[in-house]
């Protein structure tokens, strides 16, 4: 009888533990667990072009997780065209578990958006984009505005966009590049679900005096501690954006290539961050290893993960970039 007792009192203990860990792993006791983990985000810029269903026929949606189509800008008077192909798209995104953006501005934005987004025309402009987010089943709109277009109105858009969205479940985010962060505001960018930083174009064919790589390995994380450490923004809604493109400098060298060309033209350069072509000039890109090298970067950051422009500078073969992200990812 007495072991009877003493097996009774043990499995009750056991069962005591057991329903105790069990709620605090479910956030009930004093140990609560964590923002649920999402999946390392792979954000993947699509450059609206063309029939977008058509265009994007061979792409594998499983290999991101987030497609953000780039640009879907508004008009003069502040309406936007669905284009072509988009609702295939984004139908074809979702059946794979993919979220969906469309991102306006971008670097050559029309000047007109900034006289939208003053105060006497800014609310009909978010109501037209909340509108258009959600008779095309958008999960979200990606705010890449830019230089200065980031002015006195930037936080009054982004706020009244946050006001909208954020009741609807729908994502608020943004492109942000390091020279410019100083504009943007604390408070605006906590309005923002993550933040796709823009880890790269440090040089270009803009600044022909400054020839040399535009996307280093040092830089990025330069960029990011901007952004993590000064501005402390917690790293799980940091996204480093990483480049599948390059700059040629030189006096007879194209100014600007995809990866896919880069690598197509010059067998080996996979594994090479440049390409030094005689008689015309240098080209600066990532390769295979210097992706990897910020892939795990990021991982051991525990990050929100990386941002990708754009997705049909890559190729579907054993060098493609994105393979080298979702096989380093952790």
Same mark, same amino acid.
């Given at each position: 009888?007495?072991?009877?007792?003493?097996? #009774?009192? /043990?499995?009750?203990?056991?069962?005591?533990?057991?329903?105790?860990?069990?709620?605090?792993? =479910?956030?009930?006791?004093?140990?609560?667990?964590?923002?649920?983990?999402?999946?390392?985000?792979?954000?993947?810029?699509?450059?609206?072009?063309?029939?977008?269903?058509?265009?994007? +026929?061979?792409?594998?949606?499983?290999?991101?997780?987030?497609? =953000?189509? +780039? /640009?879907?800008?508004?008009?003069?008077?502040?309406?936007?065209?669905?284009?072509?192909?988009?609702?295939? %798209?984004?139908?074809?995104?979702?059946?794979?578990?993919?979220?969906?953006?469309?991102?306006?501005?971008?670097?050559?934005?029309?000047?007109?958006?900034?006289?939208?987004?003053?105060?006497?025309?800014?609310?009909?402009?978010?109501?037209?984009? %909340?509108?258009?987010?959600?008779?095309?089943?958008?999960?979200?709109?990606?705010?890449?505005?830019?230089?200065?277009?980031?002015?006195?109105?930037?936080? &009054?858009?982004?706020?009244?966009?946050?006001?909208?969205?954020?009741?609807?479940?729908?994502?608020?985010?943004?492109?942000?590049?390091?020279?410019?962060?100083?504009? %943007?505001?604390?408070?605006?960018?906590?309005?923002?679900?993550?933040?796709?930083?823009? +880890?790269?174009?440090?040089?270009?064919?803009?600044?022909?005096?400054?020839?040399?790589?535009?996307?280093?390995?040092?830089?990025? %994380?330069?960029? /990011?501690?901007?952004?993590?450490?000064?501005?402390?923004?917690?790293?799980?809604?940091?996204?480093?954006?990483?480049?599948?493109?390059?700059?040629?400098?030189? &006096?007879?060298?194209?100014?600007?290539?995809?990866?896919?060309?880069?690598?197509?033209?010059?067998?080996?350069?996979?594994?090479?961050?440049?390409?030094?072509?005689? =008689?015309?000039?240098?080209?600066?890109? =990532?390769?295979?290893?210097? #992706?990897?090298?910020?892939?795990?970067?990021?991982?051991?950051?525990?990050?929100?993960?990386?941002?990708?422009?754009?997705?049909?500078?890559?190729?579907?073969?054993?060098?493609?970039?994105?393979?080298?992200?979702?096989?380093?990812?952790?």
């Amino acid at each position: 009888m007495k072991q009877v007792k003493i097996l #009774i009192a /043990f499995l009750c203990a056991v069962f005591i533990c057991f329903t105790s860990c069990s709620k605090a792993m =479910n956030g009930v006791g004093k140990y609560t667990a964590g923002p649920s983990s999402e999946t390392f985000k792979i954000v993947g810029y699509m450059f609206n072009q063309g029939n977008l269903d058509s265009v994007s +026929a061979g792409f594998d949606f499983r290999r991101i997780t987030h497609l =953000n189509i +780039a /640009f879907i800008n508004p008009d003069v008077n502040g309406m936007f065209s669905v284009p072509q192909g988009v609702a295939a %798209v984004v139908e074809k995104a979702h059946t794979k578990k993919i979220k969906v953006l469309y991102s306006i501005g971008g670097g050559n934005a029309s000047a007109y958006l900034k006289d939208l987004i003053k105060p006497d025309k800014v609310q009909s402009l978010v109501n037209n984009m %909340v509108a258009f987010a959600q008779t095309n089943n958008f999960d979200g709109i990606d705010v890449d505005l830019e230089g200065d277009f980031i002015d006195a109105n930037y936080e &009054p858009l982004i706020a009244a966009l946050s006001q909208r969205l954020a009741p609807q479940k729908k994502l608020l985010t943004s492109a942000q590049a390091t020279w410019q962060g100083d504009a %943007v505001s604390d408070k605006t960018l906590a309005l923002f679900d993550f933040i796709n930083i823009m +880890a790269y174009d440090h040089t270009g064919p803009w600044a022909k005096d400054k020839p040399g790589p535009h996307s280093t390995y040092e830089s990025a %994380v330069a960029d /990011f501690n901007y952004w993590s450490i000064k501005r402390a923004i917690p790293v799980a809604k940091l996204v480093l954006g990483l480049p599948f493109y390059g700059y040629g400098f030189g &006096p007879d060298i194209q100014e600007s290539y995809t990866y896919k060309e880069i690598i197509t033209q010059y067998p080996g350069s996979e594994n090479l961050d440049t390409v030094n072509v005689p =008689n015309k000039g240098i080209i600066y890109y =990532n390769g295979m290893p210097t #992706i990897k090298k910020k892939v795990d970067f990021v991982t051991d950051k525990n990050a929100g993960g990386v941002m990708i422009w754009h997705i049909f500078a890559d190729t579907n073969d054993a060098k493609s970039l994105l393979s080298v992200i979702n096989q380093n990812k952790k």
